[in-house]
């Protein structure tokens, strides 16, 4: 168990610093890109936004790689595609249940999930924002 809770906190910090650089990254390219061509045009602003949501989606799926990543090295799954599918559903907090860490590992799915709530909630956050500076230019 103490093992599971190191590697869960572990994979907290890594999809932090993830969630971090493309934040960063995210922010200061919209920021940058509304101060140069503000815009009253909705379509322009939307599509701005949109630009930012993909950025962000990459950021998520950059997070759910990484855990699938722990889940084949610890020989949790056999194949990366079942990796990858396990830990979207853990991440996006879906939990189908047709796959299931065994019960070596299984504690781990319950930070991944936490996890994905967390970052989710911050990707949220940060549209919000978004969306008043695009379409307030209030930068």
Do not use: C
């Amino acid at each position: 168990m103490f093992t599971q809770i190191l590697l869960g906190a572990a994979m907290i910090v890594i999809t932090t610093f993830i969630q971090g650089l493309f934040t960063v990254y995210g922010i200061e390219r919209l920021r940058d890109h509304v101060r140069l061509h503000p815009t009253k045009s909705v379509p322009r602003a939307t599509l701005q936004l949109a630009a930012l949501v993909l950025w962000l989606f990459l950021a998520t799926i950059t997070e759910v790689w990484s855990w699938a990543l722990l889940y084949l090295a610890l020989g949790a799954f056999d194949t990366l595609e079942h990796a990858v599918y396990f830990s979207t559903v853990t991440f996006t907090t879906l939990g189908f249940g047709d796959i299931t860490l065994d019960d070596q590992w299984r504690l781990l799915s319950s930070f991944e999930a936490a996890n994905g709530l967390l970052l989710f909630g911050w990707s949220t956050a940060l549209l919000f924002v978004a969306v008043k500076w695009v379409y307030q230019s209030d930068v």
